[in-house]
C-alpha cells in the first residue's frame, strides 16, 4: 500500500481523450491527451468511432506514464469522468458496438423530441427526470439506433448493451466487462429517475426502451473492478464515475449546498449543490445527480451558456479584432468603459433563462465612436452578464444566493472578465490552483472510492484557492450596465419574435 502514491483521472471528452496523474493531495504530476476524428455525416448531425474512444484513452493512459517514468504499481486508483450523454450501443457477446457513438451535440432526434412534447410527455419528463427533453439526452439516441439497425428484437433479448462512454469504457477496461453506469451519467439518459435513483418503467416504455439493454447505476465512487492487466500489465482498481461537469463541481469541492462552480470554456456550463433534496427549477435550469455516494444522491442545478469563450473565437476568426484570445483582456481594459455597447451572442439562440431558439445575435448601441476595443469588450462581458442571469436564476430557484463563485475552464484565464464578473455579480470569485476541475474531481472521488480518504474534507485537503477576484464596482454603476444588458436582451428577443411572425405571414 505504502508505494501507491497516485490517482488517475481518464477523461474521455468531446474532442480528445486525456489522463491525468495526480498526487494524492490533487496536484498535477503529468497529464497527456490524444485527440481522435469527429464525423459529421450529414448537417447537425455529430458522431464518434468507440474503437477511436477507446484506443486513445488507452494511448493517454500509458503516455502519462511512459512520460513520468512511475510504474503502474504505484497507482492506488483509477476514476473516470466523461463527456455525456453520448451514447453507444454494443454486442454484448463480442463487444462491438453496432453504430458510432451519437454525440451529445447531434440534433438527428430533433424531430423525435418535438413529438415528444406535441404528444403532451414534458411535463412527466421533468418531474421526474430534472431534465427538459432535448435531443441531447441519450433516450432518443437509443430509439434512433435500435430504429435504424432493426434491433428491437435483439435488445428485447438482452443481446445488446447500451451505455454513455464510462459505460462502454468499464466494459471494455475492466476485468469481467462490467455492465455498469454511475447515477451521474444515468441521471442524463432521460430514462433515469432522479428521486427514486433508479430507471423508471414509465419512461422506458415511452421510448420503448427494454430494461436488459440498460446498465446497473452504481455509486460516484466505489470500487467497480480492475483493470484489465493487458493494458498496464497490473489490475489497478478503478473506483469511479463521474460525468464531465458533475466531476468539475466535485474537483472545485462544491460539497455544501448552496456552493457554485462555473465553467468558462467554449460555453458556460454552471452547476450549484443543492443538497439532497431534489428540487426543480422555476427559471429554465435542470436538475441533475451532482454525485451519489453511498447510496445517497446529492443534487444539483445546472444551466448553461451557449456561446461563452465561443464568442472570444468569434472576435478572432470571423472579425479579426484579436490575434489569440488572451489579447482581448489588454484591449477591454484599455478603455474606460463600454460607452453602453453591448453584444448579446445568441449567435445559435438564447439558454437559461431565456430559452428562445430564434434569437440571433446582436451588437447595440453604436455611435460614430465605436471601435474594435468597444467590440471586444463586449464580448468578453457578455460572457460575465449571461453566467451572472444563470446565477441569479439559480439563487432564486434555491432562495439565497451563494457566498462566492467558483471558477475554471480556458477563458477563466482572463483577468479582466473575472474581476468584472465579480463586480457585475456582486460576488467574490475564486479561482483554484489546480484548473483541471474535471480531472481532479474524477481522481478524488477515485480516491475515495478506493477508501484512501474517509471524509469529503479529508478529500480535498490539498485543495485551495489561488486567486481571487472581489467586487469593487458602486452599486449604482452595476444596476446601470445591468439595465443596459437587460435591453440588449430585450432587443434580440424583439428581433427573433418580428422574424417568427414574419415567418408565419408568409
Ligand atoms: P473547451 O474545453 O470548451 O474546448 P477550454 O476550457 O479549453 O474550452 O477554453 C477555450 C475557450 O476559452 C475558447 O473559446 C477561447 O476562446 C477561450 N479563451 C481561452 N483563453 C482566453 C482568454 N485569455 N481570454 C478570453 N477567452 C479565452
Known amino acids: 500500500m505504502m508505494n501507491q502514491r497516485y490517482l488517475v483521472a481518464l477523461d474521455q471528452g468531446t474532442t480528445s481523450s486525456r489522463a491525468v496523474l495526480f498526487t494524492m493531495e490533487g496536484q498535477i504530476i503529468a497529464s497527456?491527451?490524444?485527440?481522435?476524428?469527429?464525423?459529421?455525416?450529414?448537417?447537425?448531425?455529430?458522431?464518434?468511432?468507440?474503437?477511436?474512444?477507446l484506443s486513445t484513452q488507452i494511448e493517454a493512459l500509458r503516455s502519462v506514464l511512459r512520460q513520468t517514468g512511475i510504474s503502474p504499481a504505484e497507482i492506488a486508483a483509477i476514476g473516470i469522468t466523461n463527456q455525456r450523454e453520448t451514447t453507444i450501443l454494443w454486442d454484448r457477446q463480442t463487444g462491438q458496438p453496432v453504430?458510432?457513438?451519437?454525440?451529445?451535440?447531434?440534433?438527428?432526434?430533433?424531430?423525435?423530441?418535438?413529438?415528444?412534447?406535441?404528444?403532451?410527455a414534458s411535463g412527466l419528463i421533468r418531474e421526474k427526470t430534472g431534465l427538459k427533453p432535448d435531443a441531447y439526452f441519450s433516450a432518443t439516441k437509443i430509439r434512433w439506433i435500435l430504429d435504424e439497425c432493426g434491433l428491437q428484437e435483439k435488445a428485447e433479448n438482452g443481446d445488446l448493451c447500451f451505455g454513455t462512454v464510462d459505460s462502454y469504457l468499464c466494459w471494455h477496461?475492466?476485468?469481467?466487462?462490467?455492465?455498469?453506469?454511475?447515477?451521474?451519467n444515468a441521471s442524463r439518459t432521460m430514462l433515469f429517475n432522479i428521486r427514486t435513483q433508479e430507471w423508471d418503467d414509465e419512461l422506458l416504455k415511452l421510448f420503448r426502451i427494454p430494461r436488459a439493454l440498460l446498465p446497473q447505476v452504481i455509486d460516484s465512487a466505489q470500487y467497480i473492478g480492475n483493470l484489465n492487466p493487458d493494458i498496464l500489465g497490473t489490475p489497478i482498481p478503478v473506483t469511479a464515475i463521474?460525468?464531465?461537469?458533475?466531476?468539475?463541481?466535485?474537483?472545485?469541492?462544491?460539497?455544501?449546498?448552496?456552493?457554485?462552480?462555473?465553467?468558462?470554456?467554449?460555453?458556460?456550463?454552471?452547476?450549484?449543490?443543492?443538497?439532497?433534496?431534489?428540487?426543480?427549477?422555476?427559471?429554465?435550469?435542470?436538475?441533475?445527480?451532482?454525485?451519489?455516494?453511498?447510496?445517497?444522491?446529492t443534487y444539483a442545478l445546472e444551466g448553461s451558456v451557449f456561446i461563452g469563450g465561443a464568442a472570444i473565437q468569434w472576435l478572432r476568426d470571423e472579425m479579426k479584432l484579436v490575434?489569440?484570445?488572451?489579447?482581448?483582456?489588454?484591449?477591454?481594459?484599455?478603455?474606460?468603459?463600454?460607452?453602453?455597447?453591448?453584444?448579446?451572442?445568441?449567435?445559435?439562440?438564447?439558454?437559461?433563462?431565456?430559452?428562445?431558439m430564434y434569437a440571433r445575435g446582436i451588437l447595440v448601441g453604436l455611435t460614430r465612436g465605436t471601435g474594435a476595443h468597444h467590440t471586444v469588450r463586449a464580448a468578453l462581458e457578455s460572457i460575465a452578464y449571461q453566467s451572472a442571469d444563470l446565477l441569479t436564476a439559480m439563487a432564486s430557484d434555491y432562495g439565497s444566493a451563494p457566498s462566492a463563485l467558483r471558477v475554471d475552464g480556458g477563458a477563466s484565464a482572463n483577468r479582466f472578465l473575472m474581476q468584472f464578473q465579480a463586480d457585475i455579480m456582486n460576488l467574490q470569485v475564486q479561482r483554484p490552483a489546480v484548473l483541471e476541475t474535471t480531472a481532479l474531481g474524477a481522481a478524488l472521488l477515485a480516491g475515495l472510492g478506493a477508501r484512501l480518504f474517509s471524509t469529503l474534507q479529508e478529500t480535498a485537503a490539498g485543495w485551495h484557492i489561488q486567486d481571487t477576484f472581489s467586487p469593487v464596482m458602486p452599486e449604482k454603476e452595476r444596476a446601470r450596465l445591468l439595465r443596459g444588458w437587460n435591453r440588449a436582451i430585450r432587443t434580440a428577443e424583439f428581433w427573433s419574435s418580428l422574424a417568427k411572425e414574419e415567418e408565419q405571414e408568409i
Open 32 to 53: 497527456s491527451a490524444y485527440e481522435f476524428k469527429q464525423y459529421y455525416p450529414q448537417p447537425g448531425w455529430v458522431e464518434h468511432d468507440p474503437a477511436d474512444i
Open 99 to 120: 453504430y458510432h457513438a451519437i454525440v451529445w451535440q447531434c440534433r438527428r432526434t430533433a424531430p423525435m423530441v418535438e413529438q415528444i412534447e406535441k404528444d403532451g
Open 173 to 184: 477496461l475492466i476485468q469481467g466487462h462490467p455492465h455498469v453506469t454511475d447515477a451521474t
Open 242 to 297: 463521474a460525468g464531465d461537469q458533475h466531476a468539475a463541481l466535485f474537483g472545485q469541492a462544491c460539497f455544501e449546498k448552496g456552493m457554485v462552480k462555473n465553467t468558462y470554456g467554449t460555453g458556460c456550463f454552471m452547476l450549484m449543490n443543492i443538497g439532497n433534496e431534489c428540487q426543480l427549477s422555476q427559471h429554465g435550469l435542470i436538475t441533475t445527480t451532482a454525485w451519489r455516494l453511498n447510496g445517497v444522491p
Open 323 to 356: 490575434q489569440k484570445a488572451a489579447d482581448s483582456e489588454g484591449i477591454a481594459k484599455d478603455i474606460d468603459g463600454n460607452s453602453g455597447v453591448y453584444l448579446v451572442p445568441a449567435f445559435t439562440g438564447l439558454g437559461a433563462p431565456y430559452w428562445d
